[in-house]
C-alpha cells in the first residue's frame, strides 16, 4: 500500500519558518519528480514546489527566495523548508509524487497568524 504521509505543519507568527517533511511507504520516490502543493479554503490547489529525479526544481513566483524543497532519496523523503513565512502562506500543503498513477499525502496545516 503507497502512503506518503506529510507532517511539520503548525501555527507560526508572520516571519518565522516551518520544515515540512513528506516520508513515503510502498514505493520509491526515487525514479519520480515529487511535489508540495497547497489548498487555502475556497481556493484551488496549487503547485508551491516540485524536485525532478534528476534535482531539477521549479517553485511558484510567490514562494521563491523564502521556500527550498528537497529530497533524501535513501530516506524515502521529501522536504519543504519554509522561511519568511506571510500569512498568505496560510493553506493545507500536501505531498505528491508526480506521474502515472500519481499520489497523494492527506495533508498538513500550516497557519500564519499573528
Known amino acids: 500500500q503507497v502512503q506518503l504521509v506529510e507532517s511539520g505543519g503548525g501555527l507560526v507568527q508572520p516571519g518565522e519558518s516551518l520544515r515540512l517533511s513528506c516520508v513515503a511507504s510502498?514505493?520509491?520516490?526515487?525514479?519520480?519528480?515529487m511535489g508540495w502543493y497547497r489548498q487555502a479554503p475556497g481556493k484551488q490547489r496549487d503547485m508551491v514546489a516540485t524536485?525532478?529525479?534528476?534535482?531539477?526544481?521549479d517553485y511558484a513566483e510567490s514562494v521563491k527566495g523564502r521556500f527550498t524543497i528537497s529530497r533524501d532519496n535513501a530516506k524515502n523523503t521529501v522536504f519543504l523548508q519554509m522561511n519568511s513565512l506571510k500569512p498568505e502562506d496560510t493553506a493545507v500543503y500536501y505531498c505528491?509524487?508526480?506521474?502515472?498513477?500519481?499520489?497523494w499525502g492527506q495533508g498538513t496545516q500550516v497557519t500564519v497568524s499573528a
Open positions: 510502498g514505493i520509491r520516490i526515487s525514479p519520480f519528480a
Open positions: 524536485i525532478a529525479s534528476n534535482g531539477r526544481i
Open positions: 505528491r509524487r508526480l506521474g502515472i498513477g500519481t499520489y
